[in-house]
């Protein structure tokens, strides 16, 4: 089956500190790619995707890279902020398949 | 703001009642998505309509049931409640009928305590 695996939380930062946040995935396919960041009591929001191996999504700071080779979309931030604080979801989904597979998040919390 | 709406924020029921989630999708968007979040089973995804139509099928259960109308808001129904159904409901929507690269806007879901 299809499925995202993520590391475990909570990752807890200092500010500025670089941030990775692993995830790989199984699929059968060939998977389109996604992180979703939620911020406390609010619903997920598109944070970046990457569509064909090879590409490297990025928002607000942000980059992912499709890694076909790994299966894995690890999410990268160079400076984090105290207000990145939140939970970060990687999911996946496939041609033809219209829902997304999530992973089960990690939380991260930066101090300041 | 995402502009999906879902009501009520929060729901407190007790075991065998039945409740529904209302969710109103972005101006424009066709499909609605629900999804349930809980700290054991992580977001998993459990019904999606497109126009009206039930386009695709994930972990829902029978006691659970879904429906779009004509506006395009879409309900969830829960009936006979136990208490592991105490979890966080998420409404989503997109525009077409769930291309794999699509973006999906979720609201700010639905919280329900079954005591």
């Known amino acids: 089956g299809n499925s995202v695996t993520q590391m475990e939380g909570p990752v807890t930062l200092s500010e500025e500190a670089f941030l990775t946040i692993n995830c790989t995935y199984t699929a059968t396919g060939y998977p389109s790619l996604f992180w979703y960041v939620q911020y406390p009591g609010e619903g997920l929001q598109l944070l970046l995707k990457a569509t064909k191996a090879d590409d490297k999504g990025s928002n607000k700071g942000f980059e992912a890279t499709y890694r076909k080779e790994t299966t894995s979309f690890h999410l990268e931030k160079g400076s984090v902020q105290v207000s990145d604080s939140a939970v970060y979801f990687c999911a996946l989904a496939l041609t033809g398949r219209r829902a997304l597979t999530f992973g089960s998040g990690t939380r991260l919390q930066v101090q300041p | 703001d995402s502009g999906v709406t879902q009501t009520p924020k929060h729901l407190i029921t007790a075991t065998g009642q039945r409740v529904t989630l209302r969710c109103s999708p972005r101006?424009?968007?066709?499909?609605v998505y629900w999804y349930q979040q809980s700290l054991d089973q992580g977001l998993q995804f459990l019904i999606q309509y497109y126009n009206g139509e039930e386009r695709a099928k994930g972990n829902i259960l029978e006691r659970f049931s879904a429906q779009q109308f004509p506006d395009l808001h879409s309900e969830l129904n829960l009936s006979s409640l136990e208490l592991g159904d105490s979890a966080l409901y998420f409404c989503a929507s997109s525009v077409a009928q769930g291309e794999s690269n699509e973006k999906l806007f979720f609201g700010s879901g639905t919280q329900l305590s079954v005591l």
């Open positions: 101006s424009g968007d066709l499909s």
